[in-house]
């Protein structure tokens, strides 16, 4: 979905994680979804960067990926803000409180474990 709302709607999807190395590892998989389509589409929506934690278009959007830190999202504005493991990521509530002013769509992924992601999940 964060490649598709970049690519065709010119958002920026910012991805945050439990490490730099994962970081890395999503921004390669978004990689390989733009690697991959049919070159007409590549040449509609060319690239403008390619880094180990950016993909941007020409015309505007942008994916991005970065480590848990409540600091590090702070220095962005997105459209949307992903967080991937959230129960697992020690700051994640503090990140997640980050970006609440920016007025993100913000989409918050994990599996099962106690904490304050279960407590936000179960409305506690």
Request: hydrophobic share 35%.
């Amino acid at each position: 979905m964060a490649v598709a709302r970049a690519q065709w709607h010119r958002e920026e999807t910012i991805v945050q994680t439990l490490s730099e190395d994962k970081a890395a590892h999503l921004i390669d998989y978004v990689r390989q979804l733009w690697d991959n389509q049919d070159e007409f589409l590549k040449e509609r929506h060319p690239l403008r960067r390619r880094s180990t934690f950016t993909l941007s278009w020409e015309g505007g959007g942008e994916v991005s990926a970065i480590p848990s830190d409540p600091e590090k999202i702070r220095a962005f504005h997105p459209t949307r803000y992903i967080q991937d493991e959230s129960a697992f990521m020690p700051e994640g509530e503090e990140c997640l409180n980050s970006v609440l002013p920016t007025g993100a769509f913000i989409i918050c992924i994990s599996t099962a474990r106690a904490g304050w992601f279960a407590d936000e999940c179960d409305g506690t």
